[in-house]
């Protein structure tokens, strides 16, 4: 069996590949391999440094609309396990142009190329947010879409357009919900990655609004090992939440990184809250826990010290990064 996973050289892409070529993911062990990514800002090369000379990995420098590429590589693979995605809020905020070319033109690219060449597997991998924000209770699969972000809209339409190629055309494919991830590699933009590394640089962190948003975090070992359990067994046709179980304020994630970080409030400056920003997700996992035995594995604040230690370890991964980011910026 070969995969084609798109965006492997990304935070979650990365940690699938790393964990499937070291034979960790269950129904794809033994798996060959191959990424295409586009290497854009949070496309990180180096992420998949630790299996590079693997023979069972092969990286290709691409974009997944490239349509004269994809027909050079779906012959020679059997599934797609598609990340690739525009994924940061504020900049959808601020330049929606290039979410909704990558996100929703992009994946049809894909399902059509998924089409012309035959392959056997498509597992589309989404996110909570375009459910939206639920004040009380859970989502479970069959809430409507009510994204409130232009990035949570893109993904949104990807995943409709998803569900019409398996509706209309019978693509062997299943979508994935996931909740907000967390863990090593992950891009220095995002919450915990930002905040954990600016105070170890002895920086300030900007906490949003009154910090009183609540996410669902879920490590991205426990996503990825349930990417791999709907490519495997999971129903073609149907989409899949996966969470964490651990419901937490934005002012409760920003405690435990300074308790981490030997820092207290006076490193916390409140910001403008973020334009249409959700209040509340919540994910109800019952139906990939019931079909096909997920369950998370990590506990919360033990992985989150581990998280915090990694990127007190790897100033080497995260500080060019950030030199580059404030770079661009600048421009």
Sequence with gaps: MKLLVTGGAGFIGSNFVRRAIRDELPGIEGA??????????????????????????????????DERLLDELFPRV????????????????????????????????????????????????ST????????????????????????????????????SYHRTHGLNLSITRCSNNYGPYHFPEKLIPLFTTNLLDGRRVPLYGTGENVRDWLHVDDHCRGIALVYAGGRPGEVYNIGGGTQLTNVEITERILELTG????????????????LRYCVNIDKIAEELGYEPQVPFDAGLAEVVQWYRDRRDWWEPLKERAALDSAR
């Design 32 to 65: 060959e391999i191959l990424v295409l990514d586009a290497l854009t800002y949070s496309g990180v090369r180096a992420n998949l440094a630790p299996v590079e000379d693997d023979p069972r990995f092969e990286f290709v420098h691409g974009d997944i609309r």
């Design 78 to 125: 059997d599934g797609v396990v598609h990340f690739a995605a525009e994924s940061h809020v504020d900049r959808s905020v601020l330049d929606s142009g290039v979410f909704v070319e990558t996100n929703v033109l992009g994946t049809q690219r894909l399902l059509d190329a998924s089409l012309r060449h035959g392959v056997e597997r498509f597992v589309h991998v």
């Design 128 to 163: 909570d947010e375009v459910y939206g924000s639920i004040e009380e209770g859970e989502w479970d699969e069959r809430f409507p879409l009510e994204p409130n972000s232009p990035y949570a809209a893109s993904k949104a339409g990807s995943d409709l357009l998803a569900r």
């Design 263 to 278: 820092h207290d409030w006076s490193a916390v400056e409140h910001v403008a809250d973020r334009k249409g920003h959700d």
